[in-house]
């Protein structure tokens, strides 16, 4: 099969979000078979926000995104907006918390959380 090597990669995780959800799934006491769901839904003051939580397996359809150890849950319409992602984890002076860096937005707000393309 062919891949087409002019699209951008899928969503990825940089080293410090991949060790902070190791942490947490194992805090969770989460099944081999669990993974966070990343998507995009309408609303915010930018149009879309993001969404991330635990799911303890992927739904019928969704793109399953394994690196180190970590599986992520997309479904193909959120898809459209995040690829090419990276979901980042920060933990300094100015809060701590998963954010994503997204080549497709176009704008966001002033609080991260939400973007318009």
Do not use: W
Not at 40 to 48: D, Y
Not at 75 to 84: A, F, I, T, V, W
Not at 99 to 114: D, I, L, R, V, Y
């Amino acid at each position: 099969m062919n891949q087409d090597t002019s699209s951008p990669p899928e969503i990825s995780l940089s080293p410090a979000a991949v060790a902070e959800i190791k942490r947490l799934m194992a805090e969770h006491k989460l099944p081999e078979t669990a993974g966070v769901r990343v998507g995009v839904k309408g609303g915010g003051c930018s149009g879309f926000s993001y969404t991330l939580n635990f799911d303890r397996a992927p739904a019928e359809g969704d793109l399953v995104i394994e690196q180190d150890g970590v599986r992520l849950f997309c479904d193909p319409k959120s898809m459209l907006y995040l690829r090419g992602s990276v979901l980042e984890y920060t933990d300094g002076l100015q809060g701590r918390g998963f954010h994503f860096q997204n080549p497709n937005a176009k704008g966001t707000c002033g609080c991260g959380e939400s973007f318009s393309v």
